[in-house]
């Protein structure tokens, strides 16, 4: 048994010698049966072991919410995984070169039920320049589609690449801008941009993770190099 201390004149005083002799809370069980205390709930004053039992059942209703997260992660990594897998089969497909970004664009729009899409390439192959992928882009935007080392995320603070999109009725919101490079490794020259909009301001919103942005730009890259001239291909 500790000695009990001469003074017990704080309540970090008395936590640390009940810490340091817990068989007394063992020697004076009837004390513990008398203890009152308020309710995590109502404030109500209920028992000891009631106040444990509510505090069993928080941790277990936190455990069961995260478990609920969890499992429609899981439901939302698969939906994902199935819709990607259905898009770079489409894309794939296609029969014709010149057919690859209507498809691509198309395509992403239903899968991902991403309101608006866009696609702009420079540097295209003069057998594709009369495709709508090839019109004008100015420097500016090539200069800024060629500084994101990954896709871009956020709000639409009038980006010039917005005015792509292809329904001014439709207010964007938010804005997913994914640079498009050639090689394995995708450390070519950027040789495009593809852009998704949607009017909910949180679809695309700075925070996002990007990851599967990326493998989106990935597989758009190496279907569209085949529209690119000879040098802005890069290796094969």
């Not at 048994?1 to 936590?15: I, N």
């Not at 063992?26 to 709930?41: I, N, V």
Request: aromatic fraction near 6%.
């Amino acid at each position: 048994m500790t000695p009990l201390p001469a003074a017990l004149t704080t309540e970090e005083a008395v936590l640390d010698w009940l810490l340091r002799d817990p068989a007394m809370l063992t020697r004076h069980a009837g004390w513990l049966e008398q203890m009152r205390l308020p309710s995590l709930h109502d404030g109500r004053v209920v028992s000891l072991h009631e106040r444990q039992l509510e505090q069993v059942r928080e941790r277990l209703k936190t455990a069961e919410e995260r478990y609920r997260t969890l499992i429609q992660l899981g439901h939302d990594n698969q939906r994902l995984a199935g819709a990607m897998h259905r898009w770079t089969c489409a894309v794939m497909q296609a029969r014709h070169a010149a057919l690859l970004g209507p498809v691509l664009v198309e395509k992403l729009r239903h899968e991902f039920a991403v309101p608006q899409v866009a696609l702009r390439m420079w540097r295209v192959a003069p057998s594709f320049a009369h495709l709508p992928l090839a019109r004008p882009v100015s420097e500016r935007i090539q200069t800024f589609a060629a500084s994101l080392a990954q896709p871009f995320c956020g709000y639409n603070a009038h980006y010039e690449a917005a005015q792509w999109l292809d329904d001014p009725a439709v207010p964007v919101r938010s804005l997913a801008m994914i640079p498009l490079r050639p090689g394995a490794q995708r450390t070519g020259a950027c040789f495009g941009l593809l852009v998704l909009g949607s009017p909910d301001p949180a679809r695309y919103h700075p925070e996002l993770a990007v990851d599967f942005l990326a493998q989106i730009g990935e597989v758009a890259s190496a279907a569209l190099s085949r529209l690119l001239v000879a040098e802005a291909s890069g290796p094969t």
